[in-house]
């Protein structure tokens, strides 16, 4: 039988319970699953990309069906095909929330099937408990002191506070 190796792109900045919904559905499509932290400077990320790698694989480590072995964690710069196909990898997970991330993921999804059409955009949905959950809100609303715990993990949310609590401090 052979291995059904996908990866799964994103900036994971930083990572919250809704993509840990979209590991754990993926582990059940793909025997190997390989987590692709992209560099993406120009997006301004408040976690630097060794930061956003280490939290992923924190978080990985607490996830139930996780098993060792069955996933990896690495950061990527290159084009999304050129690292999917660089790992192995027949499957680009994604996931989707409401009808907002549909345009552009249509849009993604049908020009990488034209980079190379052996690599199969699978798109995943969350629970409805996580669909509404964006990185972006969870930074807009830790930057401004609210409880962001409804949308990521305690460690993600200490990461957050300390981070926000450190940027307040140097503007005193
Ligand atoms: P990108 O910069 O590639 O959009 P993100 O880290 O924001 O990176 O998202 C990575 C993937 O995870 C995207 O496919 C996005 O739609 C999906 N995703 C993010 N949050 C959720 C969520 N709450 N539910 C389902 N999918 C999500």
Do not use: C
């Not at 401004?144 to 940027?167: K, N, T, W």
């Amino acid at each position: 039988m052979t291995r059904r190796v996908g990866i799964y792109p994103g900036t994971f900045d930083p990572i919250t319970n809704g993509h840990s919904d979209i590991i754990r559905r993926a582990l059940h499509v793909v025997d190997h699953l390989v987590i692709g932290v992209a560099r993406n400077d120009a997006k301004g990320p408040l976690f630097s990309t060794d930061e956003r790698v280490e939290i992923v694989r924190d978080e990985m480590e607490h996830l139930e069906n996780a098993s060792a072995g069955r996933f990896e964690v690495r950061p990527f710069e290159s084009l999304l095909m050129h690292f999917a196909e660089s790992v192995g990898a027949s499957i680009i997970i994604r996931g989707l929330r409401a009808v907002s991330d549909f345009e552009y993921e249509f849009q993604m999804a049908g020009m990488n099937a034209r980079l190379n059409p052996n690599i199969e955009t699978v798109f995943l949905m969350a629970s409805d408990r996580y669909q509404f959950i964006s990185s972006r809100f969870v930074k807009e609303i830790g930057a401004l002191g609210g409880d962001i715990r409804h949308f990521v993990s305690p460690r993600v949310a200490a990461r957050v506070l300390e981070r926000f609590d450190g940027a307040r401090a140097k503007s005193r």
